[in-house]
């Protein structure tokens, strides 16, 4: 009997979880862990059954790698690439808008010349989370998180330029 899409979405989650958890407290370098996760997503595309799953697997791919990127204290030419092809992909919600463009300012330390991209892809993230419902209480965490975010770019003597800001 074929599997509900519900259980296949949730092993995927399962086997990325599972996967990037084992890659990390192995601390295995950052190509393994790209290798890992996009042998992950072929696998699960050859089972999606229409061009939005294969699009949504190689979206979760990328955002992990970002995500990723970050925590291994990667350069430019680790971040860069795969945070475009997040942005090329589209964000799945706006709660992973908010957690890359909020790394992303946070990882300008390692590449201040990409400040201008990161403070307008903030400042974007901020307008649509100020839309939500006051009494939602994820529109306060999220604009605490993107507060953080700039409050750690400016301990290290970045901050974003007039058009940019709050």
Not at 25 to 54: C, I, K, M, Y
Not at 111 to 130: N, S
Request: no cysteine; hydrophobic share 40%.
């Amino acid at each position: 009997m074929a599997r509900s899409r519900k259980e296949w979405w949730s092993t995927i989650a399962e086997q990325r979880e599972w996967l990037t958890f084992g890659l990390t407290h192995a601390e295995q370098p950052f190509e393994v862990f790209v290798a890992a996760l996009r042998d992950l997503e072929r696998q699960f595309t050859r089972e999606a059954r229409s061009p939005a799953e294969r699009l949504h697997l190689k979206r979760l791919t990328a955002l992990d790698v970002v995500d990723e990127a970050f925590g291994q204290s990667r350069p430019w030419e680790d971040f860069g690439p795969w945070l475009r092809k997040v942005r090329r992909l589209g964000f799945p919600d706006l709660w992973n808008r908010f957690h890359i463009s909020t790394i992303y300012v946070q990882s300008l330390p390692r590449f201040p010349e990409q400040a201008e991209d990161a403070f307008a892809m903030l400042a974007d993230t901020e307008r649509r989370v100020r839309r939500l419902p006051k009494h939602r209480h994820s529109r306060q965490q999220m604009l605490d998180g993107i507060e953080y975010a700039r409050q750690v770019a400016a301990r290290h003597g970045i901050n974003p330029t007039r058009k940019h800001g709050r």
